[in-house]
């Protein structure tokens, strides 16, 4: 493996679920396989908690992660940047 594929950090796109905490987003990665056996698509989900240093996400939004160094007990991840906003939600 290449120095630099070492250095690169992993990126994943997911869709904010939770904005509750401070700089702290709870993201939803789907992950769409076929199965093993039967090939038939599944469908999995997972959450990340990230880290989002000036609260820029809102639920709904589309983001994009990326891997980082252990930041609290759950956070393994910063928020590269909003992908597109919800249309749908208010505005404070």
């Not at 994943?12 to 076929?34: A, L, N, Q």
């Not at 056996?37 to 989900?45: A, L, Y």
């Amino acid at each position: 493996m290449s120095e630099e594929a070492k250095k690169r950090k992993r990126e994943v796109v997911g869709e904010v679920v939770s904005t509750k905490m401070d700089k702290t987003i709870v993201v939803k990665v789907k992950r769409r396989f076929p199965h093993p056996q039967f090939r038939k698509t599944v469908t999995s989900f997972k959450k990340y908690y990230a880290h989002d240093e000036n609260n820029d996400a809102g639920i709904g939004d589309s983001v994009r992660l990326a891997e980082s160094r252990p930041l609290s007990r759950l956070k393994r991840w910063t928020l590269v940047k909003v992908e597109s906003r919800n249309p749908d939600a208010v505005s404070a």
